[in-house]
């Protein structure tokens, strides 16, 4: 990994969004931004109390005192996860690495040494795991796209249904078998290897709070 090390920041939101869509697409994310930190989120949110157990749990696992910051009142800011951010491109920064933020919710990180790149598993493990600020995107992106802690997989049934993907009796065992294996609605398409846009935006924001 002498190049560069593409790391999964929001790892368990790209595997959730993954298995709903079977192939995930390429459309950008409100909130996120190559352009650094200063851009990288816009909304501020409140967590339910669902959400705020997983931020607990961070906080208990990182010992940040960051994090025991925003959680003091049950609010993630714009400003806390660029702060948060900021943190983490510092830390990669003084182990001599850059790291770069794309659209499509992953982390580019590239040795300054060409030759330096051997020990860039662990740098990541200080970096983001230790500091959790991948594990608190995955907590604000959910407050932001579900807010009130919904069952995201009925909304998920019910878009289909709306948008005429699926008919009225398609139920959450076929939501889970056809999301798993492929199958239904989420057939690959042979050229791009995606799913339908509809189908895509139906798993990423069914409640249409992302638009």
Known sequence: MSESYRVRILASIVLLLCAALAGCGSAPTRGVSSRGSEA?????????????????QIQERTHSAMIADIMK???????????????????????GYDILYDDDLTATVIPRDANGGGETEAVARKCDTDQGFADVYNVYFEA???????????????????????????SKADYERDSENRTGPYTPDPETGGVNDQVYTCGRDPLGNLQ
């Open 40 to 56: 990288f989120t816009r909304d501020t949110v409140r967590l339910a109390s669902s959400q705020m157990r997983e931020l607990k």
């Open 73 to 95: 009142d049950g609010v993630i800011t714009a400003q806390e996860m660029n702060d948060l951010q900021r943190q983490q491109m510092d830390c990669y920064a003084a182990e």
């Open 144 to 170: 932001l796209r579900n807010p009130d802690a919904r069952d995201m997989a009925k909304a998920t049934i019910q878009c289909l249904i709306d948008n005429g993907l699926v008919d009225k009796t398609y």
